[in-house]
């Protein structure tokens, strides 16, 4: 069975940082391409920013230079440094596995950016 199991989200002030983590298990976690999406109360889902399996990066326009994903094979473990938080970052952080028509979701951690 696979699971995916986000943590380190919270309350932070605007200009603080956060770095969530991502455990998957149950899949080959180095063969699948892993990203992280967010959806504010409102909003559809979007994407944060991904990494392949050969950790190719590539991120949304809101984000580039402020966050930065990574992967530790290793420790079947990705991980969203996110460092500037703006109040409009405020969301629910999902990591996502994708490989062929294998797509799995974990069940999300909440950020909020407020002072």
């Known amino acids: 069975q696979v699971h995916l199991v986000e943590s380190g989200g919270g309350l932070v002030q605007p200009g603080g940082s956060l770095r969530l983590s991502c455990a998957a298990s149950?899949?080959?976690?180095?063969?699948?391409?892993m990203g992280w999406y967010r959806q504010a109360p409102g909003k559809q889902r979007e994407l944060v920013a991904l990494?392949?399996?050969?950790?190719?990066?590539n991120y949304a326009d809101s984000v580039k230079g402020r966050f930065t994903i990574s992967r530790d094979n290793a420790k079947n473990t990705l991980y969203l440094q996110m460092n500037s938080l703006k109040p409009e970052d405020t969301a629910v952080y999902y990591c996502?596995?994708?490989?062929?028509?294998?797509?799995?979701w974990g069940q999300g951690t909440q950020v909020t950016v407020s002072s």
């Open positions: 996502r596995a994708n490989r062929g028509g294998y797509d799995y």
């Open positions: 149950g899949i080959s976690f180095s063969i699948y391409a």
């Open positions: 990494i392949t399996s050969g950790s190719s990066t």
